[in-house]
């Protein structure tokens, strides 16, 4: 992977398929999750009980 846009949606789709992706890791707690794809990282929420993923913060490394 090198990290485009497209990568980077498949993997967050994934997320949101899957609830937790492989590639994450928790930040503080199970349900707060760092993903790396490439250049970009993201940190995202996940909520059981809604069943949602919620993007926090986007960070795309140079």
Do not use: K, N
Not at 11 to 18: F, I, K, S
Not at 32 to 46: E, K, N, Q, S
Request: contains cysteine; aromatic residues 10%.
């Amino acid at each position: 992977m090198d990290g485009t846009a497209h990568e980077f949606a498949i993997l967050t789709g994934g997320a949101e398929a899957a609830g937790r992706l492989p590639e994450s890791f928790p930040c503080g707690s199970p349900d707060l999750l760092w993903l790396r794809a490439g250049r970009y990282r993201v940190f995202y929420t996940i909520d059981e009980e809604r069943r949602i993923v919620q993007i926090d913060h986007i960070v795309r490394l140079p």
